[in-house]
C-alpha cells in the first residue's frame, strides 16, 4: 500500500510539474507574440529648438531650423518628421551668399530614399529671386526631381506672374521647371529676351 502510495504521489507530481511546465510555456509565448506585435513606430530621437547645419567638403549646403525634430528609426522605413514646421536654407556653390529658403508648417523627410516631403503654407524663394507658393511638395533627391499636383503660384524676379493650376514638375535647383494649366501675367520685355533668333 505504501508502495502504491508513493507512485500516485509522485505520479501527481509530475503531472503537476508538466502542468506549471506548459502553463509557463504558453505564457512565455503568448508575451512574445504581444511584444512582437507592439507598434515601434515612436520617435527614438526627438530634438528640440533644432539648428542644423549640413556641410559637403567644408561647403554648407544647407541650413535648417524647427520648433521640434523627432527621428523614427526603428521601423522599416526609417524617417525625420518636423510637425510643427520648419525654415531651410540652401546654398549654391555658385551663389554662396544668396541662399535659397523653404518655409513649411510640416515637413517629412525618407532618409534612406532620399525623399523628401513639405506641406502647409510651402513657400520657396530662389536665389534667383522667384517665389513659388503652393499646399504641398515633394523632392526625390535621387532622381533631382521636385513636383506637386497643386496649384503653384510664382512670382518671378520682374514682378511677372504665373499660376500652375495642375500643378508642376521642376529640377531640384529650379534650373528648369514644367506648369501644368498654367496661365499668368508676364512681362513683354522677358517673353522678348527669351524669343530665340532665327
Known amino acids: 500500500m505504501n508502495f502504491l502510495n508513493k507512485i500516485s ?39 528640440n529648438n533644432a539648428n542644423i547645419i549640413q556641410r559637403d567638403s567644408g ?14 528609426l526603428l521601423i522599416d522605413s526609417p524617417y525625420t518628421v518636423a510637425r510643427k514646421g520648419i525654415s531651410i536654407e540652401f546654398f549654391d556653390k555658385k551663389k554662396p551668399k544668396v541662399p535659397g529658403k523653404i518655409t513649411a508648417k510640416y515637413a517629412r523627410i525618407f532618409e534612406y530614399k532620399k525623399f523628401y516631403e513639405a506641406k502647409g503654407n510651402v513657400r ?18 535621387k532622381k533631382r526631381n521636385i513636383y506637386t499636383k497643386d496649384t503653384v503660384y510664382v512670382t ?5 506672374t504665373l499660376v500652375g493650376a495642375n500643378g508642376m514638375t521642376a529640377k ?24 530665340t533668333p532665327q
Not at 520657396?124 to 533627391?141: H, K, L, P, V
Not at 518671378?156 to 511677372?160: A, L, R, T
Not at 521647371?177 to 499668368?184: E, L, V
Open 156 to 160: 518671378m524676379e520682374d514682378g511677372s
Open 124 to 141: 520657396i524663394t530662389t536665389n534667383e529671386g522667384q517665389r513659388f507658393a503652393m499646399q504641398s511638395i515633394y523632392w526625390d533627391q
Open 59 to 72: 561647403f554648407i549646403t544647407l541650413k535648417a531650423k524647427a520648433p521640434i525634430i523627432e527621428k523614427y
Open 9 to 47: 504521489y509522485k505520479n501527481i507530481a509530475c503531472l503537476f510539474s508538466c502542468a506549471i511546465f506548459f502553463v509557463l510555456t504558453s505564457c512565455e509565448e503568448d508575451l512574445t507574440k504581444t511584444n512582437g506585435s507592439k507598434s515601434k513606430n515612436f520617435p527614438s530621437q526627438i530634438i
Open 172 to 195: 531640384d535647383d529650379f534650373s528648369e521647371y514644367t506648369f501644368f494649366n498654367n496661365s499668368g501675367d508676364f512681362s513683354t520685355k522677358r517673353l522678348e529676351e527669351k524669343k
